[in-house]
């Protein structure tokens, strides 16, 4: 009988997509998936570890399944939480056979094999990667949408970040590994294809591309028959050259929809965030966008109360984001993480405070993200189906990312995987609703 192996995959695409290459590995190697853990011989929580929710989540899945376990099972811990805590996290929790790291998940066949002749082995170390070998992989998002990591670690310093530690310095995958896995993806049914990377507009940098490595890699995928869409997330405001901005603007299948995370606009908090720019300059780049992609969707990210931000720091932010008119804006409050620069700043701003402004610079942003949403009542933009409702189906345009940005809500004929047309009669605060297009 083939071993059963049950996973718990936590946190961000990026984790998603290498627990689908250890399934993957797992299956070539016999092991077999089970959707129930307690029927499984072996139990993978792939864990996050950014910020402090992120943690306390990983730590409760895992001591879930501690609590869980049969004496013929095993427990292994990988991905974030296991890079940084992998050994105090054995001493800590017994009932954990193995951990493995952000570094070492492609050796996840050998953690198995050794945890099951008892060696409890800890790999945390940033193994030799062989071209991010992510073929065969298991893809678990809905068939028609598939996330493709393009590189892997960071090297920016962002003094409230951990990810350097957790995934190591920037590294890009190879074009000829990129467009292999994206045409085996787009055989297999993807028709959404959506870039993920820590910086995803550095690609190609530690490769010799000085600038215009983003947009050469898009030109290629572009090419690539049954691909429909071409999604970027993650652009750096840095990183974003004017060759990138061409190639969205010119080939069809890319997406007319960034995700550019800028973390603040106010120049003293950046520049004690150790980020490039300033609101002046990020207002540039917006504006350079909008002026070639008429029609582009653009979301961004912000963190509130870093270490000495003050009220005048919020005031400019509310004011900012009238003036910026993104359609999309995400607020997290920043979070302590041990490690970092930012943990040893002074002036920390207490949560509670944090919570206020938090819904301060929510309020300042409704405004545009109801002009944004409301701009689109009427048009008839085309949609790919995820899955049907009580009273219909949902599914998402180009101006909606899987994940993040709600859905399009639709009554008519479809199928899940295919594209329709649809005219968007009324939004809500995260939805549209509408129906099928005729004629």
Known sequence: MPKRVSFVSLGCAKNLVDTEVMIAKLGEAGWELCADSTQADTVVVNTCAFIDPA???????????????????????????????????????????GVVGTGAYASIVEV????????????LGFEPEPEHDFLPRLVTTPRATAYLKIAEGCDHPCTFCIIPQLRGRFRS??????????????????REL???????????????WRRGGLAHLLRGLHEIEGLEWIRLLYLYPATIDSELIA????????????????????????????????????????????SRIPGITMRSTFIVGFPGEREEHVAYMEEWLGRAQLDRVGFFQYSSEHGTPGATLPDHVPAREQRRRLVRLREAQRAASLAARSRRIGSTVRVLVENRTRRGWAGRSMGEAPGVDGAIHFTGPAAAGEFVNVTLERTTAFDFHGRIAHG
């Not at 989540?57 to 879930?64: F, N, P, R, Y």
């Not at 501690?66 to 296991?82: F, R, S």
């Not at 945890?115 to 082995?121: Q, W």
Request: hydrophobic residues 40%.
């Open 173 to 190: 995958r190879s074009e000829e590994s990129l467009l292999k896995e994206a045409r085996a993806l787009a055989q297999a049914g993807t």
């Open 194 to 208: 959506v870039l993920i990377a820590q910086d995803s507009s550095m690609w190609g940098r530690d490769r010799g």
């Open 55 to 97: 943690k306390a989540e990983s730590t409760d899945a895992i001591m879930e399944q501690a609590q869980l376990k049969k004496p013929e099972q095993q427990l292994i811990v990988a991905g974030c939480l296991a890079q940084r805590y992998g050994e105090q996290l054995q001493a800590l929790v017994p009932e954990i056979d």
């Open 112 to 123: 198995l094999t050794e945890a099951a002749a008892g060696a409890r082995p800890a790999r």
């Open 247 to 290: 190639a969205i603007a010119e080939l069809p299948k890319v997406c007319k929809y960034i995700d550019m995370p800028l973390q603040h606009a106010h120049p003293e908090i950046l520049r004690a965030m150790l980020r490039p720019g300033n609101g002046e300059r990020y207002l540039e780049i917006l504006e350079d966008f909008r």
